[in-house]
Structures are given as C-alpha cells and as structure tokens.
C-alpha cells in the first residue's frame, strides 16, 4: 500500500476495535488460507473477530485471495478443518514457561468468518460483492 501512496497504519489485532470505536479505521482488507463454496473464509485466528468489530461499526470487511483459495468442494465454513497447534505456541517461549504445568491450551491456527460478514471477495478472476455460491460459481466460469 505504501508503494502504491495509498495511507496505511499497521496495528496489531488486539488494537482494532479500540480504533474502530474512535472511527480510525476506514475499511478492513485480509486474506485468507480456504474460502469455502458458499463465501466462508478460514484465515488466521481473529479474522472472525475483526469481522465481526467491523459490522458493528459499519466498516467494509474485505477478503483478497487468489482464485486458487477457493475450494468448491467444500460447501461452508463449518466443513473446513482447523489445525490445533501445540500448547507450547501459548504456554511459553524461549525455555521460559508463563503457564501452569498441566492448564488445558486451546490453540486454532484459524477461525472461520461467515460469507455474511464478508462485503466483497477480490481474487485475480474478478470481485464477488457479498460473497454466495452463485458469485463464487460465475467466478469459476470466466
């Protein structure tokens, strides 16, 4: 985006709804690991969640991946397996432990955002605003 002159501010995700409150934030762009046929995005874990923070503030939430992401063979998000790291990724770092011997550790690599909360998909075949099964299929067709 700087290359291209277009304003950018890095965050990081915890900061997004904070900002989004304050009205600094004009629009969301992710990627995504697997889009499902009916416009389900797998991405990493907080995808959901700044999807989320941006329909409660009225914010465009955009999802740009190559059309090689998408996985018609898979109806929706829910068919999508999510990777569960090792606890280790959350217990500690660098041999110092900051975590209990013996807590249980939920780990997601990724989360899943609904079609619904996704305002357009750009990929390198074309644009689908609200994603669906049909615009994913026309995608498919060009």
């Known amino acids: 985006m700087m290359q291209e002159k277009i304003p950018v501010t890095l965050i990081t995700d915890n900061m997004a ?4 409150s304050l009205g600094r934030i004009d629009l969301v762009i992710v990627g995504a690991d697997r889009i499902a046929a009916n416009g389900d995005v797998a991405n990493k874990i907080g995808t959901y969640t700044v999807a989320v923070l941006a329909e409660r503030h ?8 190559p059309l090689s992401t998408i996985d018609v063979s898979i109806a929706d998000g829910a068919s999508i397996p999510i990777e569960e790291r090792g606890a280790a990724e959350v217990t500690g770092y660098a041999g110092l432990r900051w975590a209990p ?14 079609a619904g909360l996704v305002s357009a998909l750009f990929t390198d075949k074309g644009v689908v605003e609200r994603p669906n099964a049909a615009g994913i299929r026309a995608l498919f067709a060009r």
């Open 17 to 20: 709804g904070h900002l989004m």
């Open 58 to 65: 009225g914010i465009p939430f955009y999802v740009a991946a």
């Open 101 to 114: 011997e013996g807590v249980a550790v939920a780990n997601p690599a990724f989360d899943i955002t609904p």
